[in-house]
C-alpha cells in the first residue's frame, strides 16, 4: 500500500486530471504488475519542442516504476491524411515519409525515455486489414451524438461549417489502438480528453476493462499566451543550440516561468516552492530564476558546460554592464570587408542586409523589413537597439548584431582588409 | 423531339416527381441512347405485394422504350445487417440467404419486366474489396450536416434517441452503387428521396453527370391509410391465389380506389378519366367499378379465365341475392360429420372450433376469439353475418363459412353420413 502510494505521487505530479479518478487508478496498480501506458504519436511531427516533453517526461518517471511504455504511431491516419484535403493539420505522407517521421521522433524522445523499455507500435498493422464491414461494425459501437459532442465538432457545425463524414471515423481510431493494445492507461494534453474518454467507452464494448486517462496540461509557449506550437512559433525545438534555448527561455513572461519549472524540470518540489515563496516575498529577483530556469533546461538537453557556456553568452549580449566583449559561442560569423568609402561607415540597412538574417520561414529579410525591424527597435548591436534606419555603421571584428532575441550574426572584417 | 416527348409522356405517368426536373432528363434523352435506369433491391423482400409493382411496372414501360433496366441487390448491407441488432429492417443474412432472397425476389420481378434487359449486379462486388482507407476517401466526399439532415435522423437526434455511426454510412453505399453502374436515372418510392439525392452528390464528386431521379407514390394499403406493407398487414401478395387478390381487392375503401387504377393497371388514360367522372357524377356504382379493378389485378398475375372464376366466387358469397349455390373455387374444405343430437344441429361456436379458421400469424383461433368475431359480425355463412353466439346450426354439404373477406372455409359432409 506504501509503494501504491509513493507510485501515485508520481503520476499525480503536474496531472491536471486522472479519469474516472484516482480510485480507479489505485485497483489497477493493486493487480501488481506493470500496466500498459500508451501514447499516441503523431507521426507528422518531425521537431521535438519543449511542448511535447511534458508528456514524455511523465512516461521517463512512470517508466522508471517499472510501466510499460507503448507508442502508437499513426502510421495509417498519416498516410491517409486529410482526403479533402482541407485539413492543414492532416498532409497526406507516403508509408516512407512516416516511417522517416516516425524515426526522427523517437531518436529524440529516447533523449528522455528508455529504449529498451519503450515498445513502438505502427496502427497500420491492425487498419491495413479491415474490410468495409469491419469498419461498419466499429463504427456502430459508437453513437452520433456522442461523437458531435466533441467541442471542435459542435462548433463547427453550429457555425455552419462543414464537417466531413469520415472525420467522425477519426476518433474511433485512436480509440481502437487502445482496444488493439488492451492499454491500462493513456497519456495526452488537456485538448486530448474527449479522444481518449472515447477509448474507455470502446474497451467496454469490446468486453475490456477501460483505461485510465492521464491528462497533462498544455505547456504556454514562449510568447506566454498560446499553447507551444510549431505554427504559432512559440517554440523551443529540444535539438536547438544551446544559446538559442537559452535565450528563448530568458523571453519568457515571468508569469509562466513556474509552469515552466514544475512541467519541464526535475527540480524536487520543495525547491519549487522556495522559488515561488522567493518570487512573491521580491526575495528572489525573476531575472536569476529564469536564468536558472533556462540553464536547467540547456544543461537537460546539452550538458553542464554548453548550459554555463550558453549563460555566459547571454550575458555579454544582454548585459553590458557585465562581462561584455567577450565574443559568444555559437553564433555564426559573417565576413564583412571593410568598408571603402564614407570614412570606413556603411549604411545600416545596407550592413544588416549583408548580414542575411532570415525571416520565420528562412527566407532573407528585405531590405524594407530590415527599416522596419529598425523602427520596432528589433535589432540590436551589442545589445543596444539601433535607433534610425539612417544611422552609419562602422563594423568592427567581433560585432554581435541580434534580431529580436533569437538570432545572432558575429561580424568578422577579414585579415588583411 | 416527337420521340422524346413521347417518352417524356412515359417516364412522368403517375410520378410524384422528376429532379432536378424535366429539362435534365430531356437533355439525357436527347443523348439519343439506351439509358442506364437503376432500382437499388432490398434483398430481405421475400414476397413481393402490389405496394413494390409501382416502382416495376414503371421500369417495365420504361424497358420497352429501350432502356436498360439495372438491378442492384443490396447485397452488402444485407450480409452486415445491423451490428447493434437494434433495426427489425436490417436483419443479418448469411451469403446464401441473401442470394436465395435475390432468386425469389427476381423470379416475382420478373413476372412483371423482361428478364432478357434486366441486368441484376450484387453491391458486394465492389464493397467488398474495398479497406478501411477505401472507406475514409469515400466518407470524405460528404459532410455530416448534409447527411443528418435526412428525416429520420434528424428526428432522432432531436429526440435523443441513439443513432449510431455506421448508420451514416448507409446512405453513401446506395449512393456509391450509382457511381460504381454510372447510373443515369435512378428511381424509387418518395421515401427514397433522399438516399437517391444523395447518389446525385456522390456523382458529382467522382466526376460523373449526376442521375435524374424519379420518384414515384407509395401505395396506399388495403386498410385504406398507411403505405401498403407486410408488417401492417395491409398487403396483397402478387403470388396469392385469384380470390384472396380479388376479397382484399374489394375490401379496400372506395376513396383509394383511383390511385390504385393509376398506379397498378394499364388503363389507358382516357379510360380512367372516364371512371373517374363516372363515380363523381354517380353514373358509375363504387362496387363496379372496384370490381372491375379487383378483375384486372388477378387477370394481371393468374390470367382472365382465373378472373372470372374468383369473381364468381366472391358474388356467391357477398351478393346472396345472386347467383348463389354454386361452390366457390379455391375454399379449403372441411369434413364435418352430422351431428348426431340437437336435431342436427351443433353450437354455432364449437361449429366454427372446428372450421380451424386462423389468425393473422397462423395460429387456429380460440373460442373466445370466436365468440368476439360474431359479436363484431366478423363471421358469416353463405354471406350472412351469424347474429348470435347462442345460435345453434344445420351444416350442410357446400356451406360457405368466412372470417372477414379474406378466409373462407367450405362444409364437405362425408358420404353416408
Known sequence: MEEIHRQLEVFRRGCVDILPGEKALIERLEEG??????????????????????????????????????????????????????????????????????????????????????????NAEWFDPMTFSDVIGLASRVTVARIIEREDFARRLAEGRPVHLHELLYPLLQAYDSVALRSDVEIGGTDQRFNILAGRDLQESFGQPPQIVLLLPLLIGTDGTRKMSKSYDNYIGITEPPLEIYSKTMSIPDEIMLSWFELLTDLPIARLTEIKEGLADGSLHPKVAKKLLARTLVAQYHDEVQAKD????????????????????????????????????????????????????????????????????????????????????????????????????????????
Open 310 to 417: 550558453a549563460q555566459e553568452s547571454w550575458e555579454q549580449l544582454h548585459e553590458p554592464g557585465g562581462s561584455r566583449g567577450r565574443a559568444p559561442l555559437d553564433v555564426p560569423e559573417v565576413e564583412i570587408p571593410p568598408p571603402t568609402g564614407e570614412g570606413g561607415k556603411l549604411w545600416v540597412v545596407e550592413f544588416i542586409d549583408r548580414l542575411r538574417f532570415t525571416t520565420r520561414k528562412g527566407d532573407p529579410i528585405s531590405r524594407s523589413e530590415i527599416r522596419r525591424l529598425i523602427q520596432q527597435k528589433g535589432l540590436t548591436i551589442d545589445g543596444v537597439p539601433i535607433e534610425s534606419t539612417s544611422a552609419m555603421v562602422e563594423p568592427y571584428d567581433g560585432m554581435i548584431v541580434s534580431k529580436g532575441n533569437k538570432q545572432f550574426r558575429r561580424v568578422r572584417i577579414p585579415e588583411g582588409g
Open 33 to 122: 504488475r506493470p500496466l500498459r501506458i500508451k501514447l499516441g504519436v503523431d507521426p507528422t511531427i518531425s521537431d521535438l519542442h519543449l511542448g511535447h516533453t511534458v508528456v514524455l517526461r511523465k512516461l521517463g518517471q512512470l517508466q522508471e516504476l517499472g510501466h510499460e511504455i507503448d507508442f502508437v504511431i499513426g502510421s495509417f491516419t498519416a498516410r491517409i491524411g486529410d482526403p479533402t484535403g482541407r485539413s492543414r493539420t492532416r498532409p497526406h505522407l507516403s508509408a516512407e515519409e512516416v516511417r522517416r517521421y516516425a524515426e526522427t521522433y523517437q531518436t529524440q524522445a529516447f533523449r528522455i525515455l528508455d529504449r529498451e523499455r519503450t515498445k513502438v507500435f505502427y
